[in-house]
């Protein structure tokens, strides 16, 4: 396992992020499946795991606080954070905290962040009501917390006005998303130049992008296995991560033992692009650029009126964008009407929340012609039948 220093703090490059565990057939989190894959990420030498309050209705917590719990504190870091990004009517700092000490089964966070601190969240975090960020940094002085950061999904130049405020003076680590997509489309790198000259280490969220860098195409794949026969593009995806010098820990959301075993074997030791690899995920990264850029970060949803799964149908949409295909459309005809993206009411509330900045009543509304467009799965095999039976 690769491991970087921070602070005295020996951490593995590879990070197990809580946000898309292994479910059952509920929809409920599959505790025996995230242990073996705890198990798994220890014994190959992972040692960070991340986790937040909103993972999973609350459950990532509580889950992996008993889980971690069963093995020696020092052979494991923690990470949680405050979801100032939520706009509730009241902040509650305090009981906040003490109920993730006591989820997570632990008397201090090796590290806790503010969660999302960004255009759309600054203003709650900097209301002087809540003394959010004085809370957290009277926590670390007490050692409950090692080390204080934040994550953020602003814009480069809200960024680097963060960091001119108040938390850009406590922050110790500052964690973006960034990957090989993104590097140009999102402006990541010159996040990562202003993180560079302030001297703050990178923690990187989304480097597969929700698992669309996992699959980025069969033509991209092809080219991808011709170059570098047997490796996944999703280690691609992490080995041009490697090559970002700034980059300490990489945060992957990993939901199946496969990820998790593919992910270690890439971040066993340092294995850089070369020349001709670097090439060719630029093509890629051109490639996609057509498509809607969600993450399944999932915060749309909890203020959608209609209470659509949106990142569901915006993957259904970037799937058809590229062609006709009847994987997406046979799963969009087995929603309800009222879960279709006929449903949207242009209200608008998910693209004020959208860390990506989505015109999603608009993708909704293209979406809804695409669907109306293309024939229906149920169509054709009721045509099949009536073929069969001579009709």
């Known amino acids: 396992m690769i491991y970087h ?63 971690l719990s069963q093995y020696p504190r020092e052979r494991w870091l923690l990470a949680d954070k405050f979801p100032g990004h939520q706009h509730s009517r009241i902040f509650d700092p305090a009981g906040t905290f003490e109920r993730q000490l006591k989820k997570c089964r632990v008397d201090y966070f090796d590290f806790y962040l503010y969660h999302n601190i960004c255009e759309n969240s600054l203003d709650d975090y900097m209301d002087p009501r809540w003394g959010i960020l004085e809370y957290f940094a009277e926590q670390r002085r007490e050692g409950r917390i090692r080390h204080l950061g934040f994550s953020c999904h ?55 992008r929700g698992g669309m860098l996992a699959h980025p195409g069969a033509d991209a794949e092809q080219r991808m296995e011709a170059l570098c026969p047997g490796a996944s593009p999703a280690s691609w995806a992490f080995r041009w991560l490697q090559g970002v010098p700034e980059v300490k820990v990489v945060l992957s959301g990993m939901s199946t033992m496969e ?9 066993e030791r340092e294995q850089l692009l070369s020349t001709p690899e670097r090439e060719l995920l ?6 996609l650029k057509n498509s809607v850029p969600c993450t399944a970060c999932r915060y ?21 964008r590229v062609q006709f295909s009847h994987t997406p459309m046979m799963r969009l005809e087995t929603l309800p009407d009222d879960k279709k993206p006929h449903a949207c009411l242009g209200c608008g509330a998910c693209a004020q929340i959208c860390p990506q900045g989505i015109d999603i009543p608009g993708a909704l509304a293209d979406l809804a012609a695409l669907y109306d467009k293309y024939p229906k799965w149920s ?10 039976e001579g009709k």
């Open 154 to 208: 602003a814009t480069a130049e809200n960024l680097e006005k963060i960091l001119d405020g108040p938390y850009g003076q406590v922050a110790e680590f500052v964690q973006i998303q960034l990957n090989y997509l993104d590097w140009t489309l999102q402006d990541a790198a010159r996040k990562v130049e202003i993180l560079r000259r302030r001297g703050l280490p990178v923690w990187v969220m989304e480097p597969v």
């Open 379 to 388: 169509a054709i095999c009721e045509a099949r039948n009536r073929i069969a």
């Open 300 to 320: 749309c949803c909890a203020g959608c009126p209609a209470g659509l799964d949106i990142p569901l149908l915006l993957s259904d949409y970037n799937d058809l």
């Open 282 to 287: 630029g093509s890629v990264a051109e490639g």
């Open 5 to 67: 220093v921070f602070q005295g703090e020996r951490i593995s490059a590879l990070g197990f992020g809580a946000m898309r565990l292994p479910l059952q057939p509920d929809k409920s989190i599959d505790r025996e499946a995230v242990g073996e894959m705890v198990a798994y990420a220890i014994e190959h030498g992972v040692n960070y795991f991340d986790t937040a309050l909103p993972y999973h209705d609350g459950n990532s917590e509580t889950i992996l606080g008993e889980i």
């Open 259 to 267: 990820q998790m075993q593919d992910n270690v074997a890439t971040f």
